[in-house]
């Protein structure tokens, strides 16, 4: 298994461009979340899914988007993204909560 | 409202030493408390979960934690902390009704020779 995995590692992005933040589970996991992580902060919920054609809303979910059309797959779009969007991304999936969540390594994304 | 404190940004202590991490939480139903832990440049890695049953829980790495309910309380705690346990320790508490996970904002571990 390689559990949760995410692309890219890393990616510099300018003021106003989109993209699209990859994640994919091999686990048959139900639940599929995205979080920012600021220093100081910790982490915070951008968008949850409980199951495929599923999303709602976390903490933080303005200037981003998601879909969930496969189990297996969560991408996080940024619009047009924002230096406040600087931050390292990651995607976690569970069983449904409340349970143990498995993390992908990150993304960390620079908005100029 | 539904919080995680973790009241210690950053820790340091020697190797060898015993090591507690305090965690508080506020939460309107029965919560369900975990610890997870990040080492530089890595994702989350859970150590230990607090679902019900036997108030202190055993982990990964030689960790425990203890829940008391009437302190709001779910401190993480090692015997002898190793050198390889230096990484930043994150506290979270969720429930039966929810689908969310709320993290504390963090403590960060260093560990000196």
């Known amino acids: 298994n390689a559990g949760v995995t995410q692309t890219p590692k890393f990616q510099v992005l300018k003021t106003g461009q989109s993209m699209t933040l990859q994640c994919a589970q091999d686990?048959?996991?139900?639940?599929m979340s995205w979080y920012r992580q600021d220093p100081g902060m910790g982490l915070r919920l951008i968008h949850y899914?409980?199951?495929?054609?599923?999303?709602d809303q976390g903490e933080v979910p303005n200037g981003y988007n998601v879909s969930r059309s496969t189990t297996e797959d969560f991408p996080l779009r940024l619009l047009s993204a924002a230096p406040s969007q600087t931050s390292v991304y990651f995607c976690?999936?569970?069983?449904?909560?409340?349970?143990?969540?498995?993390f992908g390594p990150g993304t960390r994304l620079t908005v100029l | 409202a539904q919080s995680v404190t973790q009241p210690d940004i950053h820790i340091t202590v020697s190797e060898g030493a015993s090591l507690e991490l305090r965690c508080n939480y506020s939460?309107?139903?029965?919560?369900?408390l975990f610890w997870y832990v990040q080492s530089p440049g890595q994702g989350l890695q859970l150590l230990l979960k607090?679902?019900?049953?036997?108030?202190l829980v055993q982990g990964i790495k030689g960790f425990e934690a203890e829940f008391k309910r009437s302190q709001s309380s779910f401190n993480l705690r090692k015997p002898s902390v190793h050198w390889s346990d230096a990484a930043e320790y994150f506290c979270?508490?969720?429930?039966?009704?929810?689908?969310?996970?709320?993290f504390g904002t963090g403590t960060l571990l260093a560990v000196q020779p």
């Open positions: 979270a508490v969720g429930g039966g009704a929810t689908n969310k996970l709320i």
């Open positions: 607090y679902f019900s049953g036997d108030t």
């Open positions: 686990m048959n996991h139900e639940y």
């Open positions: 939460y309107g139903a029965t919560p369900y």
């Open positions: 976690a999936s569970s069983p449904p909560l409340p349970d143990t969540q498995y």
């Open positions: 899914s409980v199951g495929a054609g599923i999303t």
